[in-house]
T-cell receptor
Framework: SAVISQKPSRDICQRGTSLTIQCQVD?????MFWYRQQPGQSLTLIAT?????????ESGFVIDKFPISRPNLTFSTLTVSNMSPEDSSIYLC??????????FGPGTRLTVT | AQSVTQLGSHVSVSEGALVLLRCNYS??????LFWYVQYPNQGLQLLLK??????LVKGINGFEAEFKKSETSFHLTKPSAHMSDAAEYFC???????????FGQGTRLTINP
């Protein structure tokens, strides 16, 4: 299984600002995914990030709000832009491919005040 | 489209008792099914998965689940609960060949001494 780290582990941010979350994997992976887990809720997929192509966003999520970078096969970033209190959530990255399960990072706990 | 329903947002059992967490899925194609566990302030950890083959799958920490196609179910069980099993459990489905994981709402398991 892949070992995934995320930075920062938690942050408190003011509304209107942006935060970039980093996801690092210890091996090369084709697919990386970004999820949001709102307080007391399940996980919702934000987007799929494949190296060398534009991220694919799920319904309800847009690139201007959640820009994603995938510069290589071991790293990705998610930016939460122009934050509001409704963006307070846990953001998780995961890795996997069509033939296997997904492995998750520890998450980034974001509070927007 | 795939969907997952977890019956019971909160399950409470006594230490040593049987754990049964229910999961029903909807999928128009053969599904891959997963159970993940989330301990407080941590990311998701894979408990077990069903892809093809034997319908009774064994996972980590003494958990197992049975894929029942006729009932579209993938319930998670453990014969004897331990205090360390207290956590949030998520059932997830992915269609064969697809990238996206769809999660259920989660079941919080509490273990009573």
């Amino acid at each position: 299984s892949a070992v995934i780290s995320q930075k920062p582990s938690r942050d408190i941010c003011q509304r209107g600002t942006s935060l970039t979350i980093q996801c690092q994997v210890d091996s090369q992976v084709t697919m990386m995914f970004w999820y949001r887990q709102q307080p007391g809720q399940s996980l919702t997929l934000i987007a799929t990030a494949n190296q060398g192509s534009e991220a694919t966003y799920e319904s309800g999520f847009v690139i201007d709000k959640f820009p994603i970078s995938r510069p290589n096969l071991t790293f990705s970033t998610l930016t939460v832009s122009n934050m509001s209190p409704e963006d307070s959530s846990i953001y998780l990255c995961s890795v996997g491919d069509r033939l296997s399960e997904q492995y998750f990072g520890p998450g980034t706990r974001l509070t927007v005040t | 489209a795939q969907s997952v329903t977890q019956l019971g947002s909160h399950v409470s059992v006594s230490e040593g008792a049987l754990v049964l967490l229910r999961c029903n899925y909807s999928s128009s194609v053969p599904p891959y099914l997963f159970w993940y566990v989330q301990y407080p302030n941590q990311g998701l950890q894979l408990l077990l998965k069903y892809t093809t083959g034997a319908t009774l799958v064994k996972g980590i920490n003494g958990f197992e689940a049975e894929f029942k196609k006729s009932e579209t179910s993938f319930h998670l069980t453990k014969p004897s609960a331990h205090m360390s099993d207290a956590a949030e459990y998520f059932c997830a489905v992915r269609a064969e060949g697809a990238q996206k994981l769809v999660f259920g709402q989660g079941t919080r398991l509490t273990i009573n001494p």
